[in-house]
């Protein structure tokens, strides 16, 4: 049977490109970039250009990148390495949004621990915060601003630059973590005034383990990782050569076709949402239309749990992902689909599909043809389901 | 994090036995809420105090499905005072082992049971305690 995967914004394959790319640094040109000799140099010179490809697509300037392990280590370092310098002035307040990625809310949960106060706005049944509710939220003493781009789960995108503006306007750093966005919506860090961003590799056919954090000239943070003077001394560790390449690679590729990308995969997100809302009776688009990821659908059916119907969609090839508690190793719903007000019971009911370049239009007609049918055996199995 | 199902789940997962309603039902039990994600709905005939039939309704993930379907095939056709002495470790083991955080599946499962034989008793004018004990709510539901 063929695999069809669509679980994008869980991770992407390696490009052919980017693996290309990569191999040379895994096997001839293995040399640690802080070494003086030629192999060393071969391997400072290829994370110099893709430094130069990462800024770029950001518009930013080579110096203002620092690789990373990923997401989670960029969240992670630009929350609490601006809030601990920041603290030293007395400010200790950080406003972020109730349905960010863990590493944000995380991050967040520690800090309040040791004395921050954290402003989490709420988010619209539909998906989204305003800026206005930002400036609402800013104080004297608010550190620091962090609002994601778009959501990993529901794909609503947010309205950064207006955020951005406020933010400078209030003399206030604002962070986003922009790890669904990347490769999907074009970002411009001046255009949108933003001060640190977060992205990782593995969501745009770069391997998993790599990431980036883009920091404005000009912004001090504390270190997370103490060691060598990796990264201009602010990132210890020997740099992933290999995964620096295939980064580089990835994001300058994710930023040439993004156009046409976001115009090939809307039309198959939209056929595919047009289709499932009007042939399943009770189904529910959740996070509004527009803006909206041109990769992401998120639904949820009635009566029904996700894990099921993940594991009927795996038994047809489908690789797909909820935000069901049972998926998650926990008995709580995804807190993105409690944050938007759905009552628990929808929530665990909740199927996300995620493109990329990869999928095609055959995959939208293979998936909205088994689609209906189980969801429909579920439901004939369950209870709480009533024709 | 993964979640990795044995065969014999899978089994139960994809091909449910004993799926469906029973109108005639002499006992029906309902455990779970949808709050948490797992609903069962277990419907028992009884003769002669023995399980003659039996079907299920599960609102739940993967395991809940399993574990309904292997504990309905588990007591039917046995008498009650066998069906009493099902444990959820016995209808884990017979589906070869669960993760552990859908353990409590399998606790659904066994309350599943017991409530439909005290709906049954109690139809019958019959103080269901004595005989099934208290049938608590999960515990893992109130994990916070």
Redesign the interface.
Not at chain 2, 34 to 41: H, L, P, R, S, Y
Not at chain 2, 57 to 65: D, E, L, Q
């Given at each position: 049977m063929k695999q069809r995967y669509v679980d994008n914004a869980a991770t992407t394959r390696v490009s052919d490109r980017v693996f290309n790319a990569m191999v040379p640094f895994l096997k001839e040109t293995y040399g640690n970039a802080s070494s003086i000799h030629a192999a060393g140099r071969a391997a400072a010179l290829a994370v110099m250009e893709a430094r130069r490809q990462v800024a770029q697509a950001l518009n930013a300037d080579p110096q203002e990148i620092f690789f990373t392990s990923g997401g989670t280590e960029s969240d992670n370092w630009a929350i609490k390495g601006v809030c601990a310098r920041l603290l030293k002035k007395g400010k200790k307040h950080i406003i972020t949004t109730a349905f960010e990625h863990h590493a944000v809310l995380h991050s967040c949960e520690t800090l309040e621990k040791s004395g921050f106060e954290v402003t989490y706005l709420p988010v619209s049944p539909d998906g989204y915060v305003t800026a206005q509710q930002v400036a609402d939220a800013i104080r004297e003493d608010t550190a620091l601003v962090t609002v994601m781009y778009a959501n990993n789960e529901i794909g609503t995108i947010q309205p950064i630059a207006e955020i951005g503006r406020i933010c400078r306007e209030k003399g206030v750093l604002f962070h986003t973590d922009a790890v669904q966005a990347i490769g999907n919506v074009k970002i411009d860090v001046n255009a949108d005034c933003i001060d640190l961003l977060s992205l990782s590799g593995h969501k745009l056919h770069a391997p998993k383990g790599i990431g980036a954090l883009y920091i404005r000239k000009g912004i001090v943070l504390q270190n997370l990782m103490d060691g060598g003077a990796q990264e201009r001394g602010r990132r210890g560790g020997t740099e992933n050569v290999p995964g620096i390449v295939g980064l580089g690679q990835a994001i300058s590729d994710a930023a040439a076709q993004i156009e046409e990308k976001a115009e090939r995969l809307s039309k198959m997100r939209d056929r595919l949402i047009d289709t499932v809302l009007a042939e399943i009776p009770k189904a529910r688009l959740n996070g509004g239309r527009k803006p909206r990821l041109c990769m992401n659908a998120n639904f949820s059916f009635e009566g029904i749990e996700g894990e099921g119907l993940l594991l009927k969609l795996d038994m047809a090839g489908v690789c797909a992902s909820s935000g069901s508690a049972c998926t998650s190793g926990s008995l709580d719903p995804s807190h993105v689909l409690t944050a938007i007000g759905l009552p628990h019971e929808i929530a665990h009911g909740s199927l996300r599909i995620t493109l990329s370049e990869e999928n095609t239009e055959d995959d939208i007609d293979y998936i909205l043809e088994v689609l209906p049918g189980i969801v429909a055996q579920l439901r004939m199995m369950s209870p709480v389901w009533q024709e | 994090?993964s979640?990795l199902y044995s065969e014999k789940v899978?089994d139960h997962?994809?091909n449910?036995r004993n799926?469906g309603e029973l109108p005639d039902a002499d006992g029906v039990g309902?455990v779970g809420n949808?709050?948490?994600?797992?609903?069962?709905?277990m419907y028992i005939k009884v003769q002669d105090d023995v399980i003659t039939d039996v079907r299920f309704?599960?609102?739940?993930?993967?395991?809940?499905?399993a574990t309904s379907s292997m504990a309905t095939e588990l007591i039917k056709g046995k008498p009650i005072s066998e069906v009493l002495k099902l444990t959820n470790e016995a209808v884990v083991e017979a589906l070869d082992g669960l993760p552990p955080?859908?353990i409590?599946c399998s606790v659904l499962a066994e309350q599943a049971i017991k409530s439909a034989l005290a709906d049954y008793y109690r139809r019958r004018g019959i103080d269901p305690t004595p005989i099934v004990g208290e049938i608590n709510d999960c515990e893992?539901?109130h994990?916070e």
């Open positions: - | 994090m979640m899978m997962f994809a449910p799926v309902e949808a709050k948490c994600g797992d609903i069962m709905k309704k599960t609102f739940g993930c993967g395991a809940a499905i955080v859908k409590h893992a539901c994990v």
